[in-house]
């Protein structure tokens, strides 16, 4: 967490060296809800998580009496905490210091704000811990909206997202997606680090989308919105409706995430089919059902007798 974080906090380590592998305590992650709940303010009543130190906390350690302050760091011990941040460029009391070389609890000091520390590290947090998991597939921001396209392999996902990338839309990842569950209701995919702006075309093999195609071509990461599942003709005309009454989901790591099914024919544009079902399911997401409002149509024609 130091060295990921050292660019945007510029923070030192100042105490607490003898313990460079200190964890996070095991049950304080399965329990906490977010990772709002592994960073905050001093807080004498929330144990096992980062503890800031701001300036209004430095304050309250440094008005006490000796007495008093030496008995208000010593409880912060019992706390437990994995790291201890001063921030505001706040002068850590000695004996917060000296506590924390005796205990063993590394102590960071920056010249950032306490709440822009908390947000950095809440967000650095929320994706060390998530739950996380690989699927096949081509991840790509089609109109804005984070979009996995999958099927057996052959389909021709990765042709197929080249030929999107070349209508303007972006890469995240080919052929392995890391999906992060980020909050309760929020999957965000991200591609692995070996195959990074790359994607696998038959017959050519790998090509380089940020080179061949420049910087607007490849995204870091996308929240997952839509799953568009390719199969075969055969295969559509056995095992789905060809009008589904009911939107498709599938379950990513508790996550319902709204589905599609396209079939692979000869002749069809799936490149345009595609982004048209995006189109359709940004509208479903604004509250705009176009199937429902065919139902109600022909209810009400069929009460009129049309």
Partial sequence: MFEGQRADLKWHWIAGHAHPERRFD?????????????????????????????????????????????RRISRIVTLEPPVLVVADGQTPPDQLVAMCERAEIPLFVTEESAGFVIDVLRSYLSLHFAERTTRHGVF??????????????????????????????????????????????????????LLLNLLEVRGIGLLDIKAIFGETAVRRKMRLKLIVHLVRKETMERDFERLPYEPLYEDILGVPVRKVVIAVDAGRNLAVLVEAAVRNSILQLRGIDTYKEFIERHQQAMLRGE
Avoid at 163 to 177: H, K, P
């Fill in 26 to 70: 095991e049950v304080a992650v399965r329990d906490a809800q977010s990772a709002a709940d592994l960073v905050g303010y001093l807080n004498y009543i929330h144990p096992y998580r980062v503890q800031i130190v701001g300036r209004r906390e430095v304050e309250y350690l440094s008005i006490a009496s000796p007495e008093d302050q030496a």
């Fill in 140 to 193: 790509m921001d089609i109109l804005g909206l984070g979009v996995l396209l999958t099927g057996e392999s052959g389909l021709g996902k990765s042709e197929l997202g080249l030929e999107l990338i070349s209508r303007g839309n972006g890469l995240v990842a080919d052929d392995a997606v890391d999906l992060y569950r980020v909050s309760q209701s929020a999957i965000e995919g991200r591609c692995p680090e």
